[in-house]
């Protein structure tokens, strides 16, 4: 075992990590869901891979697990109502009610009017302390790149007005 700094000051030192936001869905036979989440990253071009960190407490982490398959939408600047929507335990019924939704490869549910979305086959999952980190095979995109991204940077959203 190491040491490592508490939870606490953890938490408050990654608030200045700017990040995107994704929206994680995925199906489970004719269920839908899907979570806010952050920790998302590229691992490589060739293959086409992603990597996504999902709580194994999270509902999402489950239907992964069971179905396979998985997409990552990544959210535009004015998506910030669909984030909170989808980070609200309370509204998970409201979900997918707001936004055009459809699917790709895999049947995984895919906002069409965000940014890009990504369709994965799960890969491989790899359990660390409380989250799986998966590894998601891409066989599918949708993107439309005239959007902004929508960031999370000190517990909240923001988009960029202008990129180089």
Not at 59 to 64: F, G, K, L, V, Y
Not at 132 to 154: D, K
Request: charged residues 15%; hydrophobic residues 40%.
């Amino acid at each position: 075992m190491f040491d490592t700094v508490s939870e606490a000051d953890f938490k408050s030192a990654m608030k200045n990590l700017a990040a995107g936001v994704t929206l994680i869905t995925s199906v489970s036979r004719t269920q839908r869901g899907g979570m806010t989440a952050t920790a998302v990253c590229s691992l490589s071009a060739a293959p086409a891979q992603l990597v996504v960190c999902v709580n194994r407490q999270n509902a999402t982490h489950q239907m992964i697990m069971e179905s396979r398959k998985f997409c990552v939408n990544v959210l535009a600047a004015d998506q910030s109502e669909v984030a909170h929507r989808f980070s609200n335990p309370h509204a998970r019924t409201e979900r997918f009610e707001h936004g055009q939704w459809s699917v790709l490869k895999t049947g995984a549910p895919v906002l069409m009017d965000a940014l890009v979305a990504f369709d994965c086959e799960l890969g491989e999952a790899i359990d660390s302390g409380t989250h799986s980190i998966f590894v998601g095979r891409v066989i599918g995109v949708h993107a439309q790149e005239q959007c902004s991204p929508l960031l999370y940077y000190r517990s909240g959203y923001a988009g960029i007005t202008a990129h180089a």
